[in-house]
């Protein structure tokens, strides 16, 4: 039998705790139409389920319609700004205010309306969606500091398993500038590369990105030799190569790969 397999961006959002169907459904509503409005994107360019099912919502999925998307997901789970200004999009969505959180609404909406939340790809969940459900959470969010973990787990919990792994305090001085500066956690330490033979400090797996940080042992003559033939080597195999010296200034580095890294905060 025939099958196609294929590649889409996707994200999942877990709200903690986890809230009643209602509530979870109203938010997948006012999200989904936040994101579209946000991003300029098409309804059909975008979709989204509960998990593990329509009766028992402890996550939404959301995933982009075609093969490579528009890459909106990938951008709300790594700009920090973006979750607040989707939560305040969501909230005058439903006929709030996001400053006052006064109520906008005309007579016509009551619970929900389809200038809001009701939209006929969604008519399964009518039953269930009230904006007024959404109103203090979103305002939470609206004003809240997000901050990308760049994986599973908190921000702080992968910061910890990145220190443990690290030989050296530079290394973990990096970590710490990333941190401060608000910039993509790398998705390994210590990470193996068995072609060329290297362990780089640091790698970002999306990017293909390996990541020295080069202490003073690296200014030795035959030591900059072998970094040298490193990095040729693990260009030929197709992964982009990032050093940083002990003396050089890290955050012009950083600004020189936002594609790895991110845009610092200063």
């Known amino acids: 039998m025939p099958y196609v397999k294929d590649t889409k961006n996707a994200l999942v959002m877990r709200f903690e705790p986890i809230r009643s169907k209602e509530v979870t459904a109203s938010l997948q509503a006012a999200f989904k139409q936040a994101i579209q409005q946000h991003f300029q994107i098409e309804p059909r360019e975008l979709s989204c389920e509960a998990l593990p099912s329509r009766e028992v919502r402890k996550e939404l999925l959301f995933y982009e319609g ?7 997901l990938r951008h709300l789970a790594e700009n920090a700004a973006t979750l607040p200004e989707l939560a305040r999009r969501a909230l005058e969505i439903c006929h709030y205010d996001p400053n006052t959180l006064e109520d906008c609404a005309d007579h016509q909406c009551g619970r ?3 200038e809001c939340l009701l939209d006929y790809g969604n008519q399964p969940d009518h039953l269930y969606l009230d904006r007024a ?3 203090d959470f979103l305002a939470e969010l609206s004003r809240s500091e997000c901050h990308p973990a760049g994986g599973a787990g908190s921000r702080a919990e992968r910061l910890t398993a990145l220190r443990r792994r690290c030989d050296s305090r530079l290394e973990e001085d990096w970590l710490d500038r990333v941190d401060s500066l608000g910039l993509r956690l790398p998705s390994d330490a210590q990470y193996r590369i068995p072609q060329v033979f290297t362990r780089p400090d640091f790698y970002y797996g999306e990017s293909n990105a390996a990541v020295y940080i080069d202490g003073p042992p690296h200014d030795t003559p035959d030591q900059i030799r072998d970094d040298d033939r490193i990095t040729q080597a693990l260009i030929e195999f197709g992964y982009i190569v990032i050093r940083f010296h002990h003396a050089a200034e890290w955050l012009a580095v950083f600004r020189r790969h936002p594609d790895v890294f991110g845009v610092p905060n200063e």
């Open 133 to 135: 459900s959404t109103r």
């Open 112 to 114: 929900a309306c389809y």
């Open 66 to 72: 075609s093969e490579g998307g528009a890459g909106v």
